[in-house]
């Protein structure tokens, strides 16, 4: 790859990408700075901070949308003459994803003054959001894949911390670990990949890699970086830990699970999709499909609100990723980033849904799961904000016209009809599981509108309910703005809008593509979703009662068996014979060494020094002897001398 770009200058770096990215870093040290005694104030200062960052990103989307890619380099580091550097790139796709997360993460961080101002550990959890923030958007305008590898790892870390914010709760500890665990396993092989990058093409810089230098390293380069996406964006067979994350609190869920993190690995996909060699991409669309279809069949089997947004996560990642592998990146990415607002809107949505709930329960000291939507109902007259703003989000995610996601949806449609089209009959296997997916989304949708909002009260009858405060629905008043057609494109059955032509003057179509080859596409897929809605709305009594689909055709229990539990025994095994045989023969050798040092101390103490003090007493002994035999005079020679003569003489005689 080529990139023909401009030198970033300095003025540019400072006055937009830098405030951009290190605020949010900055809002993450105060938030551990501020005392315990004033912990409060975070929930003031982390927003105020995320708000000039989106400002800057906003700002600097604005100047760059269309211009040609600009580069800063840095040198990082040297290692044997070779330098390693500081590789920021900015162009259309770079400046458009910045500006969404940026805008997302502020609006999680208002909403979180309101949702988490009971919590006891405000400044880990805003400290832990501005971190987050900051590697995300690194991901985002990193340059080279060394230092994006650096900002994935931190993700990975702040994403860990806030799935177990609540870590006293074991279900919230377990699915913080189930999430590290399964996101290092694909990260192994990301590095596996960075490895095979650097072989075959000597840099990681993304402007100076030449594809058709890498001979062979190519795919397996490719497949690396794939695997590094299955983890962080929860795809088959590693997306187990996506429904578990929801234990966490719910702007967590919006912020991490739904607009950004599992979105970093379809956003990596985006951006270096030359890399991948066309064996990779028809395994990436294989992928893609399993795991749209299982999240969407998935979701239609849960009756927990956001278990079944976790699942439609899941399902609409997997168009995306399908979309990468039908070699349509610029549909993939334009469905990621209207994906990232009107699914950001519908955790938050539920989220006020739970925490009125939860303090409605507090009051009348009643107790029920409230996220379970069988217990619910004829909540649309009790809030009925939140119930517009659950209806026009939910709409973008069914694809209903006149909705962003109904846009997003149909280039992804466009390009499956147009790569099956133009290859082998089985290609139209995978174009058709976008058509069922699309079928599924507003099955499993309206379901959860109707038992939540329209279907007759369960138990919720004497619960005094209440709008969430302002604070809260301020978000999702500009998230559902932003799930309405004209944020893609002023025509609402065209999306070759703005955002679009954006992206694909980076990422330019497949060959020979054009952007209606299917006039009749519009109006197929208007019949296609009144028709699923058709179904839902008659089939709105039945229940669901299918342990296949609650638990996702169990590919997660076997993941578990498989992968988890000889991981955990492993890790288990290598604890104990740490513990008992490596720990119990240290110490053993230590016990040794301790006792014979003893052992030679005594023996140096009262064999050795007793040796040498007795010679020594003897002297002295002796000494004083002859002393007092030389003081006594001639009177004491003489008896001593006569002494010794009889002594003698007696001897003799004897």
């Not at 994403?159 to 670990?177: F, N, Q, T």
């Not at 719910?250 to 890399?275: E, K, Q």
């Not at 197929?524 to 055709?553: D, K, P, T, V």
């Amino acid at each position: 790859m080529t990139i023909s770009a401009q030198i970033l200058s300095a003025d540019t770096l400072i006055s937009g990408v830098l405030p951009a990215l290190l605020l949010p870093l900055i809002s993450a040290i105060v938030c551990l700075i501020v005392s315990e005694k004033y912990g409060w104030v975070v929930a003031f200062i982390s927003p105020l901070f995320l708000l000039v960052s989106a400002a800057f990103a906003v700002y600097t989307c604005y100047h760059q949308l269309g211009s040609d890619p600009l580069i800063f380099n840095l040198t990082w580091f040297s290692v044997a003459g070779r330098e390693f550097d500081i590789n920021l790139l900015l162009n259309n796709i770079s400046t458009l994803m910045m500006s969404v997360v940026s805008v997302v993460s502020f609006l999680v961080h208002v909403y979180s003054i309101g949702y988490m101002a009971d919590d006891a550990a405000q400044r880990r959890y805003f400290s832990m959001l501005g971190l987050f923030t900051f590697a995300m958007l690194g991901i985002v305008v990193s340059g080279n894949f060394l230092l994006l590898f650096m900002f994935w790892e931190l993700v990975g870390f702040s994403s860990y911390m806030l799935i177990g914010h609540w870590y006293e709760k074991p279900e919230a500890a377990d699915a913080a670990k189930r999430a590290f665990l399964f996101n290092r396993l694909g990260d192994a092989g990301f590095v596996v990949g960075l490895m095979a990058i650097w072989s075959g093409y000597g840099t990681f810089n993304f402007a100076d890699i030449d594809i058709a230098n890498g001979g062979g390293w190519q795919i397996v380069a490719g497949i690396g970086v794939l695997c590094g996406v299955l983890g962080k964006s929860a795809q088959f067979p590693l997306f187990g830990w996506l429904p578990k994350a929801m234990e966490g609190p719910t702007p967590v869920s919006a912020l991490i699970h739904a607009a950004t993190m599992v979105a970093a690995g379809v956003y990596l996909l985006d951006r270096v999709f030359w890399i991948f060699a066309p064996p990779v991409l028809i395994t990436i669309a294989i992928i893609g499909a399993s795991t749209a279809l299982i999240g969407a069949c998935a979701a239609i089997g849960q009756h927990d609100m956001k278990r079944i947004l976790a699942y439609s996560t899941m399902s609409q990642l997997g168009l995306m990723v399908m979309a990468v592998g039908m070699e349509a990146p610029f549909a993939s990415m334009l469905h990621l980033i209207t994906h990232a607002f009107f699914k950001a809107g519908l955790f938050l949505a539920a989220g006020c849904i739970i925490h009125t709930l939860h303090q409605a329960q507090h009051h009348s000291r009643d107790s029920f799961d409230v996220q379970d939507i069988r217990n619910l109902g004829g909540l649309r007259k009790r809030l009925p904000f939140t119930f517009v703003a659950f209806l026009v989000c939910g709409s973008a995610l069914a694809g209903l016209p006149f909705f962003a996601g109904f846009l997003s949806k149909e280039a992804i449609l466009e390009a499956a009809l147009h790569w099956a089209s133009h290859g082998q009959s089985w290609r139209w296997l995978l174009a058709g599981s976008a058509f069922v997916v699309s079928f599924l989304t507003p099955i499993y949708t309206f379901r959860m509108i109707w038992k939540i909002f329209m279907d007759e009260e369960v138990l919720t009858q004497n619960l005094e309910i209440a709008e969430a405060p302002p604070v809260m629905r301020f978000p999702l008043l500009i998230l559902s703005i932003a799930s309405l057609w004209f944020a893609v494109s002023f025509n609402p059955f065209d999306f070759n809008g703005w955002v679009f032509r954006n992206i694909s003057d980076f990422i330019p179509p497949a060959a020979g593509a054009s952007h209606h080859p299917f006039p009749w596409l519009s109006f197929a897929s208007i019949f296609w979703i009144a028709l699923a809605l058709a179904l839902a709305y008659f089939s709105r009594n039945a229940s669901i009662r299918s342990r296949l689909l609650y638990e996702a055709f169990y590919f997660d229990k076997v993941i578990h068996l498989s992968v988890e539990l000889p991981i955990n025994f492993l890790g288990n095994m290598t604890r104990r014979l740490d513990r008992k045989w490596i720990d119990g023969t240290l110490h053993t050798a230590a016990y040794t060494y301790t006792i014979l040092a003893h052992v030679v101390g005594w023996f140096d103490r009262f064999a050795i020094d007793g040796l040498v003090d007795g010679v020594a007493w003897s002297a002295r002994m002796v000494g004083y002897s002859v002393r007092r035999f030389q003081r006594e005079g001639v009177q004491l020679y003489i008896f001593w001398a006569l002494f010794a003569i009889i002594i003698f003489i007696i001897w003799t005689l004897l």
